[in-house]
């Protein structure tokens, strides 16, 4: 029974949290879809990325504006290779790519729903 439980806290929670492929996926979706795609450049302990996971990527309605208008891939420096050719001075840095994987635009830091709403609403 507990089994059962924990499986849907689990499902549920997933639900509510911003949806994340793998960089083979999302260059799959961006060729259906058109949306450009976000790379979400994280570590594992870096307080910030975890802020932001928390504050805004658990957000339902944020999550929700976020997968109508991106295909979100996360990038974990201490596991992942960095898919494009670039630096990455510090976590989280975000990278937004056309349908040829030019950087259309770098947005550094950690951010508030707002702030990051408004920084990415102009990305297409």
């Known amino acids: 029974m507990n089994k059962i439980f924990l499986g849907l806290l689990l499902s549920f929670n ?3 949290a ?3 492929h793998s960089y083979k996926e999302a260059l799959v979706l961006q060729q259906k879809t058109g949306k ?5 450049i994280m570590r594992t ?3 910030y990325c975890q802020n932001m996971q928390k504050k805004v990527f658990d957000n ?3 999550s929700k504006w976020l997968e109508k208008r991106f295909i979100a891939v996360e ?3 201490d596991f992942d ?3 494009i050719d670039v630096k990455v001075y510090f976590t989280p840095t975000f990278y937004f ?3 040829k994987q030019n950087i259309i635009k770098k947005i550094p830091g950690s951010w508030n729903i707002q702030d990051f709403k408004d920084l990415t609403k102009g990305i297409r």
């Open 75 to 77: 990038i974990n420096l």
């Open 36 to 40: 450009p795609i976000m790379l979400d």
């Open 18 to 20: 911003l949806e994340f």
């Open 60 to 62: 339902k309605e944020m």
């Open 81 to 83: 290779e960095i898919p």
């Open 45 to 47: 302990n870096c307080h």
């Open 14 to 16: 997933t639900l509510m």
């Open 97 to 99: 790519l056309d349908k």
